[in-house]
């Protein structure tokens, strides 16, 4: 899959994360950078500050 059938493909997707662990630590500023997760994760953020 190249980016733009990505990008076709992504409104109509379904995404499932697991928690956000030890794994996922130090990922947070490539998850702002994602204009698809920014607003999300801005707002957990938000709420848990």
Known sequence: M??????LALPNAA???RGYNVTN???T???LA???YRPIL???LQ???
Do not use: H, I, T, Y
């Open 2 to 7: 190249d980016k733009s059938q990505l990008q």
């Open 15 to 17: 995404l499932a994360f």
């Open 25 to 27: 630590l130090g990922r």
């Open 29 to 31: 500023p490539e998850l």
């Open 34 to 36: 994602c204009d698809a």
């Open 42 to 44: 801005v707002s957990v």
């Open 47 to 49: 709420k848990a500050s």
